[in-house]
């Protein structure tokens, strides 16, 4: 193993605890690690609320620096209370910046990768879709965005949002389901506006 | 459409996350916003101490000013009448400040200067913006031509998983350093007014950060030190992003005698540093083999400094700028 992996097993060692505590006294690397470990989560899930990349990015400094702030004060009990703290700066900033609930239409598809892109259909299914999760419920909604664009597994969900993972599991359940009916719905009124 | 395939649909979209370069970029603007709460919450006590009363009191009766004046001067910037009076009450809060507590607040004085340089750029509607510097093409030279985005993104990107302390704190710019400059002036053509506002703050800033640097020295207060060093850079970040079509003449004579400036090449970038008396003069990183991406022409002739823009250079000579590097004893 060179030194390069050492460095980066170095980091995957170190616990979140850990390095919670450290940045709690002061110590930037730590808080820097605790950044390089928790960037790509938060801001995928800031940028599917944002829809946009740079306000993304704003958002994304602010709440790093509000957490250096809050580990002033902040008492360490679990990661899950962590999380949660955490996922409570996000949504505070979200709210400050949007107080408007916007649509899923005005994402900016440049921020977006498919798997498939040029096929049209699917592309077509993609826009679609996107409006469809703006009509779920709000926390139906954020299960769906932190699983499958922050990539966190339903027990991390759980963590973030406050409820078991149980819970989280049913609530994405229950995303699919309302997303089919959506996507349903949408298709009929569609072919019978063709049939006419 | 079937569960199955609706998860398959999700599973094919991706967020495009931060790119290497996006995330040094975050981590400094992280870092400075740290420095600020750190400074803002260490020097709240020394700051705290002293009423509001006795500061316009003796603000006052020293200046022979109403308690408005006062109040108009704390949002005071270089170049405004006011300023002397915001900076005799620092002088005066550092006078009845323990010796102990008065680095906390000369650094805290520091983040000032820096705010002040880029208070007044944006005032001048200078400033750095995310957007410019998402759109802002990335050419990197090299032995072997130009680097296209993609690879500098890996470059970096593997500069980071390096084992290198200075990565961790997020201090080392890499090779993004030679990026164009991301810059947004609005398309506005810089006044004289602002242009003597900034060449003023910058010269004040400087010369502030240089004669701090120097007192901590003296006292090996090593962390104190780094703290200056790392406001340097910011300073050298507001001075990169100056127009390239006007050139700056900053007026270095208020520093004190032992303190100078130097303007040196490194990682491919010219930047400004203070030299002061007991600090091992930096080298120049500039060798004959590798000429560095510049933006800007920097100079230090008789007591000042001159930032001139590339594209003065460009019209003045026809070439591109080329690296200088003097020294002021």
Known sequence: ???????????????????????????????????????????????????????????????????????????????????????????????????????????????????????????????????????????????????????????????????????????HHRALKLLEELLSNKNKKTNKKNDR | MTDKKLQTLLKSIHIKPLTAEEKIRAWDQIRFGMAQSTAAITSKYTRETISPFKKWAYVAVVFGLTTSTVFAAESSKPGDLLYPVDRAWENFELSVTPTSQQNTLKKQFALERVEEVRDILKEAGIQRTATSIKKASLVLTSEKGSITNTSISKAVLEEIAKPNIEKINGTATSEETSTTTATSTEDKTLSNDSKKRIETALGTALSYLGETKEEMLKQGDKESVSYIDFMFEQLNGQIEILPDDVTFNIDLTQSKENVGFEVVSKDNKTIIQATVSKEPKATSTETEDTEPVLTKKIEIKDNSLSIVGKNVIEESTGTKPATTTKTED
């Open chain 1, 1 to 171: 193993m060179n030194s390069r992996d050492n460095k980066v097993s170095l980091i995957e060692e170190k616990t979140l605890k850990s390095l919670i505590i450290s940045s709690k006294e002061g110590d930037e690397q730590a808080f820097h690690l605790l950044y390089s470990r928790l960037n790509d989560p938060f801001f995928k899930y800031i940028l599917s609320r944002t829809k946009d990349r740079d306000d993304a990015t704003d958002i994304l400094q602010e709440v790093f620096i509000d957490l250096w702030k809050a580990f002033q004060t902040f008492q360490y009990n679990s990661d899950a209370q962590f999380y949660g703290f955490t996922f409570t700066i996000i949504k505070r900033k979200l709210e400050k910046h949007y107080k408007r609930p916007r649509s899923y239409d005005e994402l900016d598809e440049n921020s977006l990768e498919f798997s498939y892109s040029d096929d049209a259909e699917h592309r077509d299914d993609v826009r679609v879709l996107m409006e469809a999760i703006g009509g779920l419920k709000e926390r139906d909604r954020t299960v769906l965005e932190l699983h499958y664009w922050s990539g966190l597994t339903f027990g991390e969900i759980g963590k973030m949002i406050n409820d078991k993972e149980t819970t989280v599991k049913v609530r």
